[in-house]
């Protein structure tokens, strides 16, 4: 594969925000530390936790946290690097905004020992606020999407008729609603055909 790029984002700014474990060694001065790797979370806090409790490097101090984040302690000598992928789908508790809270919690409390990576999944969910304005939700605009890949085409429908149907479906007492990937009340990867 080619190099990385995205039309409303410049190669050289994601190329300057981008770090790889020899540059937070470099930068922070980890020095010859004993390093804890930790990537591919997405959002399932109960690995996270089951991976706190086998780590030599770090210890569950506190589940209290206010935010819903845990209150970890970093063992002297080491230093944790997260790799990316902390938010996607989650687990049955907490989820992606718990293990994310944790990790920049962590990362407050050990500012020297702890670099936290960015990863795809994580970049993805970042641009859902700029998906969600006015201007991306507008009628005409949700009319002319396709549908689904996952849908078969004679079937796909657009954004705003799906919802509409859904609408339409929980005003008749149908459900069908927030299910999130494809748990609960019906939502998630289904399609609402035509016809």
Same mark, same amino acid.
């Given at each position: 594969?080619?190099?990385?790029?995205?039309? &409303? +984002?410049? *190669? &050289?700014?994601? !190329?300057?925000?981008?770090?790889?474990?020899?540059?937070?060694?470099?930068?922070? @001065?980890?020095?010859?530390?004993? $390093?804890?790797?930790?990537? #591919?979370?997405?959002?399932?806090? =109960?690995?996270?936790?089951?991976?706190?409790?086998?780590?030599?490097?770090?210890?569950?101090?506190?589940? &209290?946290?206010?935010? @819903?984040?845990?209150? *970890?302690?970093?063992? =002297?000598?080491?230093?944790?690097?997260?790799? /990316?992928?902390?938010? &996607?789908?989650? @687990?049955? $508790?907490?989820?992606?905004?718990?293990?994310?809270?944790?990790?920049?919690?962590?990362?407050?409390?050990?500012? %020297?020992?702890?670099?936290?990576? +960015? !990863?795809?999944? #994580?970049?993805?969910?970042?641009?859902?606020?700029?998906?969600?304005?006015?201007? %991306?939700?507008?009628? =005409?605009?949700?009319?002319?999407? $396709? /549908?689904?890949?996952? +849908?078969?085409?004679?079937?796909?429908?657009?954004?705003?008729?799906?919802?509409?149907?859904?609408?339409?479906?929980?005003?008749?007492?149908?459900?069908? @609603?927030?299910?999130?990937?494809?748990?609960? !009340? !019906?939502?998630?990867?289904?399609?609402?055909? $035509?016809?």
């Amino acid at each position: 594969g080619g190099a990385w790029s995205h039309p &409303d +984002v410049p *190669l &050289d700014s994601v !190329g300057a925000r981008m770090t790889t474990l020899s540059t937070c060694r470099t930068t922070l @001065g980890f020095g010859p530390d004993r $390093v804890c790797f930790l990537t #591919d979370v997405e959002g399932n806090f =109960e690995y996270f936790l089951a991976f706190v409790e086998l780590s030599e490097a770090l210890s569950l101090m506190s589940t &209290d946290g206010a935010d @819903g984040a845990v209150d *970890l302690e970093l063992a =002297e000598g080491w230093v944790f690097v997260f790799g /990316g992928g902390a938010v &996607d789908k989650g @687990g049955a $508790v907490g989820g992606s905004i718990r293990v994310a809270r944790s990790l920049v919690a962590l990362k407050h409390k050990y500012p %020297q020992r702890v670099c936290l990576l +960015v !990863g795809n999944r #994580d970049i993805t969910k970042m641009r859902i606020s700029s998906e969600l304005t006015a201007a %991306q939700l507008a009628d =005409e605009r949700l009319d002319r999407a $396709v /549908g689904p890949d996952w +849908v078969p085409e004679g079937r796909r429908v657009s954004p705003l008729a799906f919802l509409k149907a859904l609408c339409a479906a929980d005003e008749l007492g149908g459900g069908g @609603g927030g299910g999130g990937s494809g748990g609960g !009340g !019906g939502g998630g990867r289904r399609g609402i055909g $035509v016809g």
